[in-house]
T-cell receptor
Framework: AQSVTQLDSQVPVFEEAPVELRCNYS??????LFWYVQYPNQGLQLLLK??????LVKGINGFEAEFNKSQTSFHLRKPSVHISDTAEYFC???????????FGQGTRLTINP | EPEVTQTPSHQVTQMGQEVILRCVPI?????FYWYRQILGQKVEFLVS????????KSEIFDDQFSVERPDGSNFTLKIRSTKLEDSAMYFC?????????????FGPGTRLTVL
């Protein structure tokens, strides 16, 4: 079975500061990795995904994530955040051939002016 | 931009009652999913559906639950005889393909409160 751990339930940062949201996973098989964002009153929206190839993945809104196989991590980063980045961020994995996404518990990112 | 929609946004029901949560997936998508998130817990997979059949389901998805595509646009989740522990946010999702690399697009959710 797979599991995903997001180490921080809440992350407050100041506007224009860098941010890293941490995600670790556990799986006995290779997985695909995803980050989703949920803005208030909206559905989960895909930020980026890692399937194969380069371990640094760039997504929408200036976010990027790096897959580290040895540490089983997929941390999300942004060099300079904006007020509009305030949202909940979910890390998820999916086993090749399976349909379900397995999610972490989410990290609430709060941007202070 | 096409999006998944869900109705109602909030449903309140009495324990033991049946509820139907409704979803309109993106129009050219063929694969449909339900997930739920109990307050303070992780988003959990319930079921996936393709070609009018359940293709995968979790241990949570027992006989109390059923899914249906009653027409060409709606996808429903029925919960029979609701329990207090069914209170959660229910998310519908759809994808064009079933491949594990394909993106699942999520709706805004229906908050179900069982009293």
């Amino acid at each position: 079975a797979q599991s995903v751990t997001q180490l921080d339930s809440q992350v407050p940062v100041f506007e224009e500061a860098p941010v890293e949201l941490r995600c670790n996973y556990s799986s006995s098989v290779s997985v695909y990795l995803f980050w989703y964002v949920q803005y208030p009153n909206q559905g989960l929206q895909l930020l980026l995904k890692y399937l194969s190839g380069s371990t640094l993945v760039k997504g929408i809104n200036g976010f990027e994530a790096e897959f580290n196989k040895s540490q089983t991590s997929f941390h999300l980063r942004k060099p300079s955040v904006h007020i509009s980045d305030t949202a909940e961020y979910f890390c998820a994995v999916r086993v090749p051939g399976a349909q379900k996404l397995v999610f972490g518990q989410g990290t609430r990112l709060t941007i202070n002016p | 931009e096409p999006e998944v929609t869900q109705t109602p946004s909030h449903q309140v029901t009495q324990m033991g009652q049946e509820v139907i949560l409704r979803c309109v997936p993106i129009s050219n998508h063929l694969y449909f999913y339900w997930y739920r998130q109990i307050l303070g817990q992780k988003v959990e997979f319930l079921v996936s559906f393709y070609n009018n059949e359940i293709s995968e389901k979790s241990e949570i998805f027992d006989d109390q639950f059923s899914v249906e595509r009653p027409d060409g646009s709606n996808f429903t989740l029925k919960i029979r005889s609701t329990k207090l522990e069914d209170s959660a946010m229910y998310f519908c999702a759809s994808s064009a393909l079933a491949g594990s690399t394909d993106t699942q697009y999520f709706g805004p959710g229906t908050r179900l409160t069982v009293l």
